[in-house]
């Protein structure tokens, strides 16, 4: 699993690669939380070259979007492949956090 992070267009853009499941889980909601500054009002979660994800990153997400929230931060997740959509789906992820089908489109969202 690896987290390129960039800033554009006024969010911060995380885009990870891989697989997030029980072994690094920890790794990467640690990961992506040292990347988000106090500044970043709008974090992107660019999911295009994920090809997994277990229960455990499904809860360093939430957890994710939870700390957001507590400080009225917006959190998107973009470019889901099919088979991680799926998990989404399931899980009822898709009711919880907004995805969007690009980047751009998370980007640009007035939600």
């Known amino acids: 699993m690896e987290i390129a992070v960039a800033r554009t267009s006024g969010a911060l853009v995380a885009s990870v690669s891989g697989r997030i499941d029980g072994t690094n889980s920890k790794e990467f909601e640690d990961?992506?939380?040292?990347?988000?500054?106090d500044d970043d009002n709008v974090v992107v979660l660019d999911l295009e070259n994920l090809t997994y994800i277990s229960s455990a990153g499904l809860r360093a997400i939430l957890l994710t979007a939870k700390h957001l929230g507590r400080r009225n931060?917006?959190?998107r997740i973009?470019?889901?492949?099919?088979s991680v959509s799926e998990i989404f789906t399931v899980s009822g992820f898709d009711r919880i956090i907004p995805i969007f089908k690009t980047q751009d489109a998370a980007i640009a969202a007035n939600d």
């Not at 990961?31 to 500054?37: T, V």
């Open 73 to 75: 931060a917006k959190f």
């Open 31 to 37: 990961g992506l939380k040292a990347e988000i500054s």
């Open 78 to 82: 973009c470019s889901v492949s099919p």
